[in-house]
């Protein structure tokens, strides 16, 4: 892998992730952009105990644009697009319009590639390991930023899921705070710690799925699995066999297999509901260790943490979506429609051959 850093017309970070280590990224942004102004604020919610980000500017990013407009494809001619270059691997750059920004944090985009109409699953096991050295590149970049407490790579996929750029392409939020979600995880490992006399919760949970009938698929490094409890209609959780805080804990044999297990069950989504259904819209989310201090959580460490990473879809069934209403909503209780049983042998039957 070749890293080349550069800036953008107003000021933001932009860099390339090429697999020949010969490519020369010397391209610069013609466009006459003014330094981008952002008015991110993160409020605590003294009821709830958790953060929200205020980002008024954000009303005003690009919704929907033609393709032929579209800023994450390569800069052609006189058509200049958020990548100056007219072709590239892997592209990470500064959200032009970021929920967080400055002591808030940080936002940036990944460009998974330049074709325009692919999509994750479309990419070879080339391109895919390409992408996961520059998560775990950008996890430890971020990791280092005095404001940021916790690193959050993910993919939104579709207009279910509230896309508003067509091109494959994911986010990184760098968030100054544990996130509620993975502070609600980090409670449950202290707990049993101190039940157990020092059982790792993510190793009892993973032995448990490894002997169940939620197993989805298996390699020799990774495990994807139904959890027993999955909140969405097509859930599946996809971990290291050897417990890892983050991406950076990975080495290489799991590295290498993961290209090869993650398009396998990226494509298996594409195909839950059939040939002839609009590809899977869904959201994949990589879990992994804060790096703040832990003192909120007595007797945990970062290496209690396991990374993982869960992807699901809204879609319940065919032509269907699943609504966060009532309970879900005010209550944070999700109902789910599909038993996680039925899910895992749903996504067993579709094996791509």
């Known amino acids: 892998m070749k890293k080349t850093s550069t800036r953008l017309a107003d000021g933001r970070e932009l860099i390339y992730y090429d697999l020949r280590d010969d490519s020369v990224r010397d391209a610069v942004d013609r466009r006459p952009l003014e330094p981008t102004v952002t008015t991110s604020e993160v409020r605590r919610d003294p009821l709830l105990g958790d953060s929200v980000a205020i980002a008024s500017h954000r009303q005003g990013r690009t919704y929907h644009p033609p393709a032929d407009e579209c800023p994450l494809c390569p800069s052609q001619g006189e058509r200049l697009s958020e990548i100056p270059d ?177 398009l396998e069950l990226l494509r298996r989504f594409d195909r839950i509901f059939g040939e002839s259904e609009p590809p899977t819209p869904y959201i994949a989310a990589w879990h992994q260790a804060p790096f703040g201090q832990l003192d909120d959580f007595e007797g945990v460490n970062r290496d209690d943490f396991a990374l993982h990473l869960e992807l699901f879809t809204i879609r319940r069934t065919s032509g269907k979506l699943k609504f966060l209403a009532g309970s879900e909503s005010g209550m944070s209780v999700f109902i789910n429609d599909v038993p996680p049983e039925r899910a895992a042998e749903r996504l067993r039957e579709v094996a791509s051959s």
């Open 86 to 262: 007219s072709s590239y691997d892997v592209v990470v750059f500064e959200n032009r319009f970021p929920s967080l920004a400055g002591d808030s944090g940080r936002c940036e985009v990944v460009c998974f590639t330049s074709d325009h109409n692919a999509s994750f699953a479309d990419l070879t096991e080339e391109q895919a390991r390409l992408v996961l050295d520059a998560w775990t590149d950008r996890t430890s970049e971020l990791s280092h930023l005095p404001s940021v407490e916790q690193v959050f790579c993910f993919e939104n996929r579709g207009a279910e899921i509230g896309v508003t750029l067509g091109h494959p392409h994911g986010q990184i939020y760098a968030y100054p705070f544990t996130t509620p979600r993975t502070a609600l995880m980090l409670r449950q490992v202290a707990a049993h710690k101190d039940a157990t006399g020092g059982e790792n919760l993510f190793d009892a949970v993973l032995e448990r799925e490894l002997a169940d009938e939620r197993v989805v698929l298996e390699g020799e490094h990774w495990v994807a699995f139904v959890p027993y409890a999955a909140h969405w209609p097509y859930e599946v959780h996809l971990y290291p066999k050897r417990r890892v805080p983050d991406l950076l804990g990975l080495d290489e044999d799991a590295r290498t297999e993961f290209p090869k297990v993650y």
